[in-house]
């Protein structure tokens, strides 16, 4: 939550400083979302990446049945 100081100090600044401030949070929320992102898709796949390795990967899988 922001102070109401900050909030005065926002009322008093100039347009261009406001701008500065929205690109700023903009920055800060796009990080955010970037990081959750990466954690959510790890969380999704947690197998990816590993190794896998097939032997006889031609061979019928139940021939003996």
């Known amino acids: 939550m ?3 100081d900050i909030l ?3 009322n008093g600044a100039s347009i261009e400083e406001r701008i500065a401030v ?3 949070i903009l920055k ?3 990080q955010d979302l ?3 992102n990466a954690q959510s898709s790890a969380e999704q796949r947690p197998l990816r990446g ?3 390795s097939y ?3 031609y061979e019928p899988v139940a021939a003996e049945d």
């Open 28 to 30: 800060s929320l796009k």
């Open 8 to 10: 005065n100090q926002l």
């Open 2 to 4: 922001l102070d109401t």
């Open 34 to 36: 970037r990081a959750s």
């Open 22 to 24: 929205i690109e700023m």
């Open 50 to 52: 590993t190794v896998c």
């Open 55 to 57: 032997e006889d990967p």
